[in-house]
């Protein structure tokens, strides 16, 4: 998944982070990592990159085994969203997306 990572990030003009990659792997998406985790967006970033270098060397079962291989990384509570604040962040882009303006109303 990190090599397909690497791959996006470069065919991706408006590619966000690897942040928001992350967040759509979680199954059942009860927590998300913030998208303000820069310590998260860089081992990504840095493990992505490695990986990517380290395939286009190999062959044969080197290859088979990068792509079989995992990566583990620690999150810290303060890099995770809950499921309330990402409620919350969903109906603040939504009133957003309707009202253009922000915060303006007819009544202003």
Same mark, same amino acid.
């Given at each position: 998944?990190?090599?397909?990572?690497? @791959?996006?990030?470069?065919? @991706?003009?408006d590619?966000?982070?690897? *942040? /928001?990659?992350?967040?759509?792997?979680?199954?059942?998406?009860?927590?998300?990592?913030k =998208? @303000?985790?820069?310590?998260?967006?860089? /081992?990504?970033? *840095?493990?992505?990159?490695?990986?990517?270098?380290?395939?286009?060397? &190999?062959?044969?079962?080197? %290859? %088979? =085994?990068?792509?079989?291989?995992?990566? /583990?990384?620690?999150?810290?509570?303060?890099?995770?969203?809950? *499921?309330?604040?990402?409620?919350?962040n969903?109906?603040?882009?939504?009133?957003? %997306?309707?009202?253009?303006?922000? &915060?303006? @109303?007819? &009544?202003?």
């Amino acid at each position: 998944m990190l090599l397909c990572w690497e @791959t996006i990030k470069k065919k @991706t003009a408006d590619f966000k982070s690897f *942040v /928001r990659l992350l967040n759509e792997r979680i199954p059942g998406g009860g927590f998300a990592i913030k =998208d @303000t985790a820069e310590r998260i967006e860089e /081992r990504l970033r *840095v493990k992505c990159s490695l990986i990517s270098n380290q395939f286009k060397t &190999a062959s044969g079962r080197k %290859k %088979k =085994d990068l792509l079989s291989g995992s990566y /583990r990384m620690n999150i810290f509570l303060e890099e995770v969203q809950s *499921v309330e604040m990402l409620h919350a962040n969903l109906e603040k882009e939504t009133k957003m %997306k309707k009202n253009p303006q922000g &915060a303006h @109303t007819l &009544a202003e």
